[in-house]
């Protein structure tokens, strides 16, 4: 199939990790992608990562990409309640630069 | 400050009647996009353009229409034959290095139709 699938929610206990997986099928895909949306908004871009690397770090975001495996994960330190959000994965895919392959994004929540 | 502007926010019309959504970017960014997210659900690609007075159709463009006069606007028309048209619509854009150039998003435009 051509889908790029997360699952739907993840409840996480303030101060935890928070960790978003997704896997995708193409793989051929160049660029790999992780947006945040928060209520009635437009989507963020929070982080990238090029198909031939395996890991990105940006501050608390890590980022690894098993290529193998066609999965990508999205781990969140120190999760905080502005974290709550929705977290779409996507992929663009080689074979068709002008698109982007989007997930069905996961709705993150925090307890406290 | 550079970015995505889509009006308007909220937006009303009854059955039957046509609506233009619109998308303004001064980000001097060639390609444009046009999504529309249902609740639990990813982002479905409803046209494009990637140059002026061209664009592509998407894998949901029935019902829809588009025109690409000028590099800075994209708007979007909801036709009467779109089946299901209430939504939540975002606009995008990307620039010239599209290999290595993500999406940048609008706020969206939230469409009610009764």
């Known amino acids: 199939g051509e889908d790029v699938e997360q699952s739907l929610f993840l409840s996480v206990r303030e101060g935890d990790s928070s960790v978003i997986n997704c896997t995708y099928t193409?793989?051929?895909?160049?660029?790999l992608y992780w947006y945040k949306q928060e209520p009635g908004a437009g989507l963020q871009l929070l982080t990238y990562i090029f198909s031939n690397m395996d890991m990105k770090q940006d501050q608390r975001l890590t980022v690894l990409l098993n290529k193998k495996d066609k999965h990508l994960s999205l781990r969140i330190a120190d999760t905080q309640t502005g974290d709550s959000a929705i977290y779409f994965c996507?992929?663009?895919?080689?074979?068709?630069?002008?698109?982007?392959?989007f997930g069905s994004g996961t709705r993150l929540s925090i307890r406290p | 400050d550079g970015g995505i502007t889509q009006s308007p926010k909220y937006l009303f019309r009854k059955e039957g009647q046509n609506v233009t959504l619109s998308c303004e970017q001064n980000l001097n960014h060639d390609a444009m996009y046009w999504y529309r997210q249902d609740p639990g659900q990813g982002l479905r690609l409803i046209y494009y353009s990637q140059i002026v007075n061209d664009f592509q159709k998407g894998d949901i463009a029935e019902g829809y229409s588009v025109s690409r006069e000028k590099k800075e606007s994209f708007p979007l028309t909801v036709t009467s034959a779109q089946k299901n048209p209430t939504a939540f619509y975002l606009c995008?854009?990307?620039?010239?290095?599209?290999?290595?150039?993500?999406?940048?998003f609008g706020n969206g435009t939230r469409l009610t139709v009764t």
């Open positions: 996507a992929e663009k895919r080689h074979s068709s630069a002008s698109k982007i392959i």
């Open positions: 995008a854009s990307t620039g010239e290095d599209r290999n290595n150039s993500p999406l940048h």
């Open positions: 193409d793989s051929s895909s160049t660029y």
